[in-house]
């Protein structure tokens, strides 16, 4: 049952044409939840559920910003995609309302990385 | 919809900025574009220094120096028709490059699928398709150096294991990862496990090893279970085990913990740890490419050295040898930390200036202070100062300043740090580490240490600074392993750039940067103090006593010399000498 290059290639493509077009990541490295980023994956998780949306939110690794972290990155359709910096359970809320619904960006914690 | 993002780093909205914040809005609302663009703070940009920074997205143009005079032109232009006003337009140098973090943040750690549909696994099956003699043909081409501490050409110890006979060999991923202050290894254990164990594979095929072990340090759980569980995965999958990818290579990977020991991540001790033995280094040669693990040929790789394996595997070693420079190809991921405004990782392509990393990515020193000197290298590295700064980061270069590019420990130094103190706390450490095996690193570190306390005392004397010269130089060409010979680092280099701290330690008397406790005295200057006594508060030791109005005064019989009232007072009424 070992696994070919095709089978490779394969899983590849499959994979790539599952992306989903809407998604959140969570920075999920020692740093991250040292910073209290289960509580906002717990959230994020939970309302994306809730409102019963197209939306994955996956955990990740650490994309260096150590300082800013919870870092969340947002990618929906009709908004730029962002990365927040020192989110916490409010701003995960807010987040889920303004952003991911309301197409707005929320203030004070967009960082550029 | 666009975006009107405005930087507001401090987080404090200063008036200045409200002030446009407010007109932003106004102006678009007076002109019926409410519902065409949103404005919004943002905490960072990545442009320091550059007056008010304003970003517009979609197009992504960031515009400097903004005054209100300036909205009525990027709201015609930019928001409107969606052009760039040039006079204001500033284009933000990338100078980060992502090779060994190219995956980190991006991908789900813990999924597989997620790895292969970003060009996971292709490095591997490429590997395994051209043979071992190709795969180190192509880490030739690469130029690729150890990334653990020594800078050893990867091709050329793999080429070593390679060409002993026999049919037991082991490759290592050394992640010890020891340095105080150094974390980029656990970064990308955690954030792409595959990418290493890809690496590790593509190895162990080049030098004929079947066996494949991870050494992480206990500390590190989180790494340790995404290592696991990338394993299992990939054992379930056929991408360990026997006959990967139908080319009847066999290789096994096991997980090993360290205990926590700096000297474990010293290849030699390392072994010993692995064996079950304690984490003793011994003499080399044999070096552990011919003579490691059970006595079997041995590689030891460290952690963005196999990251890296992965991309040049999948990318070409030519591709990745046209990154960096001249002997030090591809990037370096840094741990930047102390006192810069964004500590965290970064990665820059080799070559990259030391000034470049401190301010263009890490946005320059805390509070605006100046800067002193940053730190390579950990405790085996050394102290850079200022007019070096604009040195291009590579083995050599920073090995010609004294200090070592080591495995990625990068610390930002400001006016308040004493080069002294700093030196003792690594110097403390390296002693703490100290195995005790050999005696010039058993005996020399405690008494250079000694010296050091004397001297951060008030108790120095002048042939105290000969004496640690002598000390390290013995310890440097005697000590057994590399925690010895480079232990003296931190202070040699400090002497050799910052001599003058040093002399007014030990004539003087005194602790320019006011860290030293026994060599700095503070006193209250009546006229500026305000009697708030926030000062005697923050005492630890109730030196400080006073009130409104015969305002504070400190009792220098019982003052420890901790500086907290120094730290706390609002109006500059405590004074240090
Ligand atoms: C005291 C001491 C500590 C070390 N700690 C580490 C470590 O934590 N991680 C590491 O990769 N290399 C460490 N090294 C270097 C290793 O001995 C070895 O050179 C390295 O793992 C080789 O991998 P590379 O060729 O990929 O760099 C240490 C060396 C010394 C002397």
Redesign the pocket.
Known sequence: MAMTRDDLNKLKAETQAKEPKNWIRVGYSTCGVAAGAKEVFDVLTEEAKARNMDLLVKKCGCVGLCSAEPLVEVNIEGAPRVFYGKVNKEVAHRIMDEHVCQKKLVENHIYEI | MKQILMQDTSGTLKKELRDLYVSFNSHLRDNGLADKAQVVLVSDIGVHNKGMVVKVLPEGFIYINVQSTHIADIVAKTVVNGAKVDALAYERPNKQMRIVLRHCGILDPESIEDYIAHDGYQGLANALAMGPEKVIEEMKKSGL????????P?WL?WNLTRAVKGEAKYIIC??????PG?YM?RSVLEGDPHAVIEGMVIGGFAVGARNGIFYIRAEYPLAVARIQKAIDVCYAKGLLGKDIFGSGFDFDVEIRLGAGA?????????IASVEGLRGY?RPRPPFPSVKGLWDKPTV???????ANVSYILFKGGEAFGKIGIEGSTGTKVFALTGKVKNSGLVEVPMGTTLREIVFDIGGGVFENRAIKAIQTGG??GGMIPQEFFDTPVGYESLQKLGSIMG?GGMIVMDENDCMVDISKFYLGFCVD?SCGKCAPCRIGGVQMLEILKKITQGKGELDDLEKLSEIAEAMQRASL???G??AANPVLSTMKYFGMEYEKHVINKKCPAGKCASLVQYSINKERCTGCGLCARNCPVNAISGDRQTKYTIDMAKCIGCGNCYEVCKFGAVLRQ
């Open positions: 150096r150890g990334r653990g501490g020594a800078g050893f990867t110890k050394n992640g010890d990862e020891g340095d150094a290894d700096f000297v474990c991540g010293e290849e030699t001790a390392l280094p030891i790789n460290n952690v963005e050295t196999l405790p085996s495995s580490e392993c590399g925690l010979q480079t």
